[in-house]
């Protein structure tokens, strides 16, 4: 069973910065894919970034030259860098990873924002 773990949320005031991490039980160069997701209260889950095994890129609009998705294949780690934060970021954010058609859910990070 494939996990990934989350971590790295928390509160940060408005332009602040977070560095989430997304920790994978198996070797993350089996992905095809990882990506982050966030979801709002009250909203769906959106697409923030994803990044290839290529390690090609990329990014929602609302976080573009934001936010950087980066992964660490010796650590089997994936990262989402997120700087000058605004108070509308607010969510949990998972990671997902693709590996042969089947995408796999961490259990989420909440990450706040204050204004």
């Known amino acids: 069973q494939v996990q990934l773990v989350e971590s790295g949320g928390g509160l940060v005031q408005t332009g602040g910065s977070l560095r989430l991490s997304c920790a994978a039980s198996?070797?993350?160069?089996?992905?095809?894919?990882m990506h982050w997701y966030r979801q709002a209260p009250g909203k769906e889950r959106e697409l923030v970034a994803g990044i290839t095994s290529g390690g090609s890129t990329n990014y929602a609009d609302s976080v573009k030259g934001r936010f950087t998705i980066s992964r660490d294949n010796a650590k089997n780690t994936v990262y989402l860098q997120m700087n000058s934060l605004k108070p509308e970021d607010t969510a949990v954010y998972y990671c997902r990873g693709v590996a042969s058609l089947r995408g796999y859910w961490g259990q989420g990070t909440q990450v706040t924002v204050s204004s």
């Open positions: 198996r070797s993350i160069s089996s992905f095809n894919v």
